[in-house]
C-alpha cells in the first residue's frame, strides 16, 4: 500500500489550494477515505471523509470551506480548501477511515501572510 499527498504550499489567508492524494496497491472503490492533517505538537486529526458513494463528512472547523472528492478510476482523492486560514497550517495526509498505520509523507500547507 502506497498513499502520495501533492499539491501543499504557502498561501496567504483566504487563498485556496487543492490536494490531491493518489492510493495504490488497495482496492480503492469500495472504501471510505478521509484527509487528516497534523499542526506542530498536535495530534493528528481527520478533517473529512468520504464513503465509497460519495458522501462527505467534516470536522466542524472546517466545514463550508473544504470539499472533498474521489475519483475511483484514478484511485485518487481530493481536498479542495477555500478560505485557508493560519490554523489550517499543518501537514496533511490521506488514509483510509478508519486509517491503518501505513502513512504516506504527507503534503505541508502554511497559510501565512
Known amino acids: 500500500v502506497q498513499l502520495v499527498e501533492s499539491g501543499g504550499g504557502l498561501v496567504q489567508p483566504g487563498g485556496p489550494l487543492r490536494l490531491p492524494c493518489a492510493a495504490f496497491?488497495?482496492?480503492?472503490?469500495?472504501?471510505?477515505m478521509g484527509w487528516y492533517r497534523q499542526a506542530p505538537g498536535e495530534q493528528r486529526e481527520l478533517v473529512a471523509s468520504i464513503s465509497s458513494g460519495g458522501s462527505t463528512n467534516y470536522v466542524g472547523s472546517v466545514k463550508g470551506r473544504f470539499t472533498i472528492s474521489r475519483d475511483n478510476a484514478k484511485s485518487t482523492v481530493y481536498l479542495q480548501m477555500n478560505s485557508l486560514k493560519p490554523e489550517d497550517t499543518a501537514v496533511y495526509y490521506c488514509n483510509r477511515n478508519p486509517h491503518i498505520d501505513i502513512w504516506g509523507q504527507g503534503t505541508q500547507v502554511t497559510v501565512s501572510s
Open positions: 496497491g488497495i482496492f480503492f472503490r469500495p472504501l471510505q
